[in-house]
C-alpha cells in the first residue's frame, strides 16, 4: 500500500462493505484493508451467503468476484449475482473484481452507473479510490432518492387539500410558489404573477382561481398584449353603441366576470388609459362602458400577470404606481425553468405521454439546455420529438435542440436539489455535474461550499 493511502486511516468509518469472493486470501486481503480504513466489512464465499448477508445487514457497497467455483471462467455466476443485487438495491453501488480476460463484460455492466470493476490483480491505490468514489457516489443518490421523496410527498399532501390543475414539479423552488399560491387563493386581494415566458404563470392563475371562494363563479382571461388600446378598453369595460364609429353594444369582462376572477395577461402591455380605469375599478369597483355615463359595479377579484419588469416600467413613468402597489399585495414569482431543473425531466415525462420514453442521452440533453423559452419551449420540444419519432424511445437528436451555451454566473442559481441530482447523475464527479448544469467546476464547487455539500472527490487546486 502507498503511503497516500495511509492518510485519514479511518475515512471509511460508518460504511458496511459486503466482499463476495470464494477465495479466502481475496476475502482476507479485503478485510484487512478496508478494516485499516475503519469500514465494516462482511464476507462470504458465494452469490447465495451474499445474498444473505445483504438482506441481513444491508450496506453501503458491494465488492463481488466474477466466478464462485475454482472449476467456472466464464463469469456467467458474477454476472447473475450483479443483476440479482441490482433488482433487490438498485441505488447501491457495486465494484466488480475481473480478470483481463473478462474486461468487456464487466465493462457493459457497469455502463449504467453506480458499479466499477477492478482487473486482478488488483492496486490498492486505485481500488480505494474506487471504493470512495462509489461510497460518495451512493451517499448522494440515496440523499437524492430522499429528496425526490420528500418533494413527491410534499407535492401530494399538497394535492389531498387544494385543486393543483395538474401542475408537475418537483422542485423545492416551484412547490413554496405552489404552496403559496393555494394559501393566497382564498383572499379577496388581487395577485400579480411575475416570471419570464412560458415559465408557467398561467397556470399558477388558474391554481389561485380554483382554490378561491369564487372557484365556482366566472373566470375569463384577457391577454392585453394581443390588444390594441381601443380594442382593450372595450374588452374590458365594454361600449355603448356610437361609442366610435360602428360601435355596437356589448358588455365588458367586468361586467362578465362580476362575482368571479378575471386574469389580466401581459399586464406590462397597457396604456395608461386603461391603467387609470383598472385603478379606478380595482379601488371602487365602479366603471363606465365605453360612450356611456352610466357608472356600473363590478366585484372582480383580479390576478394579473407579467414577463415585463414592472418596477423598472414605474420607474420610467410607463407604468403608473398607484396601480402596481394595488395589485401587487401578494406577488407570485414563477422561477425560470433553469432555476429549476429538478423540474425538467418530470415535465419532458409529462408532455411524452404514455406512448413514449426517453433514452438516457435524450435525458442529459435535455438536462443540460439552457431552456431561454422555459416550460412552454420544453412542450413543443417535446411534442415535436413525437411527432417525428418513428421510435417510442425518444433520443437526443430527436429532440433537435439548439447547442446549448453555459449557463453564466449572473442567471438564477440552481437549488440545493437541482445541484444533489447532478451530482448523483454524474457518480459524484463534479465536473462531469458542472457541465451538466452549465457552471464551471469552480463555480460549482463554490456553490457546493456555500449549502455545505460534499464530494469525496480531490479539489482542483490550479487552473479549470
Ligand atoms: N409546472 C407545469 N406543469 C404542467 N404544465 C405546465 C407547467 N408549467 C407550464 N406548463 C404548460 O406550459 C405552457 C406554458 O405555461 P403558461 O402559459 O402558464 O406560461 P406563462 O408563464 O403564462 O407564459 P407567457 O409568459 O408566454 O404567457 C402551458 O401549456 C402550460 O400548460
Ligand atoms: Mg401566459
Same mark, same amino acid.
Given at each position: ?24 486470501? /481475496?476475502?482476507?486481503? =479485503?478485510? &484487512?484493508?478496508?478494516? *485499516?480504513?475503519?469500514?465494516? /466489512? ?25 466466478? =464462485? ?17 441490482? %433488482? ?21 455492466? /457497469? ?18 479510490? !474506487? ?5 460518495? *457516489?451512493?451517499? %448522494? ?12 410527498? $410534499? ?22 410558489? @405552489? $404552496? ?8 379577496? @386581494? ?29 373566470? =375569463? ?40 376572477? *378575471? ?6 402591455? *397597457?396604456?395608461?388609459?386603461?391603467? $387609470? ?6 379601488? !371602487? ?6 360612450? #356611456? ?6 366585484? &372582480?377579484? /383580479? ?12 420607474? $420610467? ?33 409529462? =408532455? ?11 435525458? %442529459? ?42 449557463? #453564466? ?8 436539489? !437541482? ?46
Amino acid at each position: 500500500m502507498s503511503r497516500a493511502d495511509l492518510s485519514p486511516p479511518s475515512d471509511l468509518r460508518g460504511n458496511t462493505i459486503v466482499v463476495i469472493d470464494d477465495s479466502h486470501a /481475496v476475502r482476507t486481503a =479485503f478485510e &484487512v484493508l478496508l478494516a *485499516l480504513h475503519g469500514a465494516r /466489512v462482511l464476507s462470504a464465499d458465494g452469490p447465495a451467503a451474499g445474498l444473505g448477508l445483504l438482506a441481513e445487514h444491508g450496506a453501503q457497497l458491494v465488492i463481488q468476484d466474477m466466478n =464462485f467455483r475454482r472449476e467456472a471462467t466464464s463469469g456467467a455466476e458474477g454476472i447473475a449475482l450483479f443483476r440479482e443485487i441490482r %433488482a433487490r438495491h438498485p441505488q447501491l453501488p457495486i465494484i466488480l473484481l475481473t480478470a483481463w480476460t473478462h474486461l468487456e463484460s464487466a465493462v457493459e455492466l /457497469v455502463r449504467d452507473g453506480a458499479a466499477d470493476y477492478i482487473a486482478k490483480p488488483w492496486d490498492d491505490t486505485r481500488l480505494m479510490t !474506487t471504493v470512495r468514489n462509489l461510497l460518495e *457516489l451512493g451517499r %448522494a443518490r440515496a440523499e437524492a432518492a430522499a429528496l425526490r421523496a420528500d418533494a413527491r410527498a $410534499a407535492r401530494a399532501a399538497l394535492a389531498t387539500r387544494f385543486d393543483l390543475r395538474g401542475i408537475v414539479y418537483e422542485s423545492e423552488a416551484m412547490h413554496t410558489v @405552489v $404552496a403559496m399560491a393555494t394559501q393566497v387563493a382564498h383572499a379577496e @386581494v388581487p395577485v400579480l404573477i411575475t416570471g419570464p415566458n412560458g415559465a408557467g404563470k398561467e397556470v399558477l392563475a388558474d391554481i389561485v382561481q380554483a382554490n378561491s371562494p369564487r372557484a365556482d363563479g366566472p373566470y =375569463f382571461k384577457v391577454n392585453l398584449g394581443a390588444l390594441p388600446p381601443e380594442l382593450m378598453e372595450s374588452e374590458l369595460f365594454g361600449t355603448e353603441a356610437g361609442a366610435f364609429t360602428g360601435a355596437r353594444t356589448r358588455s365588458g369582462r367586468f361586467e362578465a366576470a362580476d362575482r368571479g376572477t *378575471l386574469f389580466l395577461d401581459e399586464l406590462g402591455t *397597457l396604456s395608461a388609459a386603461s391603467q $387609470a380605469k383598472l385603478l379606478r375599478v380595482l379601488q !371602487t369597483g365602479e366603471f363606465e362602458r365605453l360612450g #356611456s355615463n352610466e357608472t356600473r359595479r363590478s366585484r &372582480v377579484r /383580479v390576478i394579473a400577470a407579467t414577463n415585463a419588469p414592472l418596477r423598472e416600467a414605474m420607474r $420610467a413613468g410607463a407604468f403608473r404606481e398607484d396601480l402596481y402597489y394595488r395589485l401587487n399585495v401578494i406577488e407570485l414569482e414563477v422561477p425560470p425553468l433553469s432555476a429549476r431543473r429538478a423540474d425538467i425531466l418530470p415535465l419532458a415525462r409529462h =408532455f411524452l405521454g404514455a406512448d413514449f420514453e426517453l433514452r438516457p442521452d435524450a435525458e %442529459a440533453a435535455l438536462l443540460r439546455y439552457p431552456w431561454p423559452g422555459n416550460v412552454r419551449e420544453l412542450q413543443n420540444a417535446v411534442r415535436r420529438a413525437c411527432l417525428l419519432s418513428s421510435d417510442r424511445a425518444i433520443g437526443a437528436a430527436a429532440l433537435a435542440l439548439p447547442a446549448s451555451r453555459p449557463v #453564466s454566473e449572473g442567471e438564477p442559481e440552481p437549488d440545493r436539489a !437541482t445541484l444533489e441530482q447532478a451530482l448523483a447523475r454524474a457518480h459524484g464527479v463534479v465536473a462531469q455535474a458542472a457541465r451538466e448544469l452549465g457552471l464551471s467546476r469552480q463555480a460549482l464547487y463554490r456553490r457546493m461550499e456555500r449549502l455545505g455539500l460534499k464530494s469525496e472527490a480531490p479539489r482542483p487546486s490550479g487552473s479549470e
